[in-house]
Structures are given as C-alpha cells and as structure tokens.
C-alpha cells in the first residue's frame, strides 16, 4: 500500500494568499484526520471526517480554514487568506477505524 | 475532555541506558493508548499500540509499554537505546479523535 500521500510536502507563499494543502488515505479506511504541528503548540487535531462527513471541526482556528472531503479518496485543507502565524508542518492521517492512525509525510507551510 | 499528559520535555542519555518516558492519560469508557514516534524531520510512526489484554505491551525497535489502570499511567520503556532512537515521542489517546500529548524529545548520545 502506498500509505497516506499529501501534497505539497512544502509550500511557501506570501501572506494573504491561498494555501490549498491536499490528502490522499489508504484506500478502506473510513476515517480522516488534518493535525498541524508547530513547535510551540505541538501536535493540534483540526479536524475529523468519518465516511466522508466532518464529525468534529472544534480544532479549526478560524473562517479563514476550511476542509473538504468529497469523496472517500480525497481531502483538502485550505487556508484563505493565510497569515505567517500558519507557518506549520500539516499532516493528514487516515484510520481504519481500530484507533490507529497512520500518517502522511506533512506538508511544510511557510507564510512570509 | 480527553487530556493526555508526558511527563519529560526533553530527556537526554547515553547509549546503553535504560529509557523510560511517563505517560498519564484521562478516564474514559474506552481505553485505546498510543505510543508514536517521529523521527526528526520525518512523520509519526506507530511504535505500540494497548487495546485490553495484557496489559504489558511489546512494539517494534524494542520499546515496551505497561498499561497500569489504577495509576492512568501508559508508560514507554526500552532496556537499552541505541544512537537511532534519538526522536520526539508522543503517548496519545483515543476515545473517537487520537488525542496527543506534548511529547517527549529524547536525544540519544553515542
């Protein structure tokens, strides 16, 4: 199995402009999950889809983030407009519903 | 709300040491326990993984945990590291979201 791929591993873009960071799951697991890591704040959840549907975005920090998940292969996470505090490492993770997440590589999001 | 407390920030040893990391969890119904680690610029990787059973927990790379539900305790143990199990560690929780302590950066020095 390939694992969970995300794309881009690194991004670095100007404040106020569009992030669109992009998730793939292993195929059968049923669960999705978007965590941001940042050194001072550490591993936050933003938000849980199960079978597609968002379960729980209490983690989302604000209107500027949103996520989507249209089908059970895809997800995005994006940030409009972003802000140099957004600067983190963005792992996606997937679950096949036993409690064990297995994760992507992250992408790395630097706003200037 | 789940709450899943480490308690060593950063933990430094020689090789050979003996490691042990502590790990509180919060009561809940369901205790699904996590031990993951995530070498340095690389993701998280599962290192154990408690359920029920026996309570005494084997993983990869020869880590260890003990489940011990009177003292909410999961705690991590290797008998002696090795200069590659320099890493940061996570304990976590989960009930139905995985629920990730602070971790613990241990730094291995050969």
């Known amino acids: 199995d390939a694992g969970v791929i995300q794309s881009p591993r690194h991004e670095v873009t100007e404040m106020g402009q569009e992030v669109t960071l992009r998730c793939k799951p292993i195929s059968g697991h049923n669960s999705l999950f978007w965590y941001r890591q940042t050194m001072m704040r550490g591993l936050e959840l933003l938000i849980y889809?199960?079978?597609?549907?968002?379960?729980?975005d209490s983690g989302m920090p604000e209107d500027r983030f949103s996520a989507k998940m249209p089908n059970a292969s895809f997800s995005t996470l994006k940030i409009q407009p972003s802000e140099p505090r957004d600067s983190a490492v963005y792992f996606c993770?997937?679950?096949?519903?036993?409690?064990?997440?297995?994760f992507g590589e992250g992408s790395r999001l630097t706003v200037l | 709300a789940q709450s899943v407390s480490q308690h060593n920030h950063h933990v430094i040893l020689s090789e050979a040491a003996s490691l042990e990391l502590g790990c509180n969890y919060s009561?809940?119904?369901?205790?699904?326990l996590f031990w993951y680690v995530q070498y340095p610029g690389q993701h998280l990787q599962l290192l154990l993984k408690?359920?029920?059973?026996?309570?005494l927990v084997k993983g990869i790379k020869g880590f260890e945990a003990e489940f011990i539900k009177s003292k909410f305790s999961f705690n991590l143990r290797k008998p002696s590291v090795q200069w590659s199990d320099t890493a940061e560690y996570f304990c976590?929780?989960?009930?139905?979201?995985?629920?990730f302590g602070a971790g613990t950066t241990v730094t291995v020095r050969a």
């Open positions: 889809f199960n079978n597609n549907v968002p379960i729980d």
């Open positions: 009561y809940g119904g369901t205790v699904n």
């Open positions: 408690y359920f029920s059973g026996d309570p």
């Open positions: 993770a997937s679950s096949p519903g036993t409690g064990e997440l297995f």
């Open positions: 976590a929780q989960n009930d139905y979201k995985l629920s």
